[in-house]
C-alpha cells in the first residue's frame, strides 16, 4: 500500500495556494507536485522533442495536452500497480499461469518500460533533477527502449 499511495494520493484541496497546507502531500502524483513539477515543465519536454520525428512515442507524447499526459501518466501508473500486485497477493492461493496467461505478461511488461521510459525523458527537463541526461540524449536513449522491444 505504501508505494499505491506515493503514486495516487490525490487529496483533494480547493484552493492550492490559499488555503494553509498542514499535510502536503510528497506523492509524486499529488495536487502541489501537479502545479509545481508536472505543468511547470510539460511546455519544456514538448520544446526538446518538437523537431524528433519518425519516432511513434514521441509522435504520440506531441499529439497530448498537459491533462491528458499528466492524467495518462497517473492512471497507467496506479493501473499497473494495481494489475501487477494481483500476482503478488494471490501467489499462495492461485497459481500464477492462471492469473498472468502469456500474452498479459507480455502486455504488462511492455507498459512497464514505456511509462518508464516516459518518466525518465520527462524528468530529464526538470532543472533540479540529479544526475540527469542532457535531451538529445534522452532522446536517443528514450528511442533506443522503444526500439529494443522487449519480446
Excluded at 494481483?86 to 507480455?106: C, M, N
Excluded at 520527462?122 to 535531451?135: A, E, G, P, Q, W
Amino acid at each position: 500500500m505504501f508505494c499505491q499511495k506515493k503514486v495516487d494520493d490525490q487529496k483533494k484541496v480547493n484552493d492550492l495556494w490559499g488555503d494553509k497546507a498542514p499535510d502536503i502531500t510528497r506523492s509524486l502524483f499529488g495536487a502541489y507536485y501537479k502545479d509545481l513539477v508536472w505543468l511547470a515543465n510539460y511546455d519544456k519536454l514538448l520544446d526538446a522533442i518538437d523537431d524528433v520525428s519518425g519516432d511513434e512515442w514521441i509522435g504520440e507524447l506531441k499529439m497530448k495536452g498537459f491533462l491528458q499526459f499528466y492524467n495518462e501518466t497517473l492512471n497507467g501508473f496506479s493501473s499497473l500497480y494495481s494489475e501487477l500486485s494481483k500476482g503478488i497477493h494471490h501467489e499462495l492461493v492461485i497459481p500464477l499461469s492462471s492469473t498472468f496467461d502469456p500474452q498479459t505478461t507480455e502486455r504488462l511488461i511492455e507498459k512497464t518500460i514505456r511509462n518508464i521510459a516516459t518518466l525518465g525523458l520527462f524528468v530529464n527537463v526538470i532543472s533540479h533533477t540529479f544526475n540527469k541526461l542532457d535531451m538529445p540524449e534522452a532522446i536517443t536513449t528514450y528511442k533506443e527502449i522503444q526500439e529494443m522491444g522487449v519480446f
